[in-house]
């Protein structure tokens, strides 16, 4: 049975949706078969950081109202054997989607995919809800800046109140010089401030921002520090024991 991921950060821009698919490609990367999910309605970018934005007919919500079945919003991502996406609606969706919805959305994806990856937008809103219900485990993406961090403590409490207990932080957008510097809080000060580990530390890279403005993955690169620090944040996203 396959495990349902959330990402999750409490701040927008923190690197959610960049993260996401990066992760879901290095996975997909070892063979494991992946699902990502936008759940951005109405400010979907997930499309966008996989060059598949042409490709996209049916989305989540034409799946979830009945509109359409399953396999016809799944999309492959090019380049990939066993990366899919789903993409959200792409104006706000007025329709109604529940918890149940997802729980049974995504109970059928876990007898096709090893990894169903969650995208949330930000903020503690509905579309929040309804992705904790199916969710295995939450990663926190967040930055090294006071307001990202406050918030993201506040989602992760957020979602631990709500039933998830398996909570895990990546910290994104490190400036290694400011934070030498003492001009930005430290990794450790971060760290402690949390429930779940630290299971991921991401510079901040302009081949990062590169790469999602090209529609690329960056991962898909082999032999860069990038794909290498991915590799072992998702063996640490999936192994069992996060401590
Ligand atoms: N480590 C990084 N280094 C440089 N740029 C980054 C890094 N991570 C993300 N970015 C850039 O930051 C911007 C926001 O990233 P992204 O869209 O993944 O954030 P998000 O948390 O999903 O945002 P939203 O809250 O709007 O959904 C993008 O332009 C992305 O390329
Ligand atoms: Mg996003």
């Given amino acids: 049975m396959g495990e349902v991921i959330l990402v999750s950060s409490g701040k927008g821009g923190t690197g959610k949706t960049m993260f996401s698919v990066n992760l879901g490609a290095i996975l997909a990367k070892y063979g494991y078969r992946v699902m990502l999910i936008d759940m951005d309605m109405g400010l979907r970018n997930m499309d966008l950081y996989l060059g598949m934005e042409d490709r996209v007919i049916y989305n989540l919500m034409d799946v ?43 109970d059928k994806l876990k007898g096709i995919f090893d990894f169903i990856i969650i995208d949330c937008p930000a903020g503690n809103g509905e579309m929040l809800d309804v992705s904790i219900a199916p969710a295995d485990k939450a990663i926190i993406v967040t930055e090294p800046e006071i307001a990202a961090v406050r918030d993201a403590d506040i989602t992760e409490r957020y979602i631990m109140e709500n039933g998830i207990e398996d909570t895990r932080i990546v910290l994104n957008k490190v400036d290694v010089d400011l934070m030498n510097r003492g001009l930005l809080p430290d990794v450790s000060v971060v760290a402690e401030i949390f429930n779940g580990p630290l299971v991921g530390v991401i510079q901040n890279d302009d081949n990062i921002r590169i790469s999602t403005n090209k529609g690329i993955p960056i991962v898909i690169k082999r032999g860069t520090y990038i794909e290498k620090n991915f590799k072992s944040i998702a063996s640490r996203v999936i192994s069992n024991n996060s401590r």
């Fill in 64 to 106: 979830l109202t009945g509109m359409c079945r399953i396999n016809k919003a799944m999309i492959k991502v090019d380049g990939f054997e066993t990366l899919y996406f789903m993409a959200a609606s792409p104006r706000k969706d007025e329709r109604d989607i529940t918890q149940l919805h997802m729980r049974v959305l995504c």
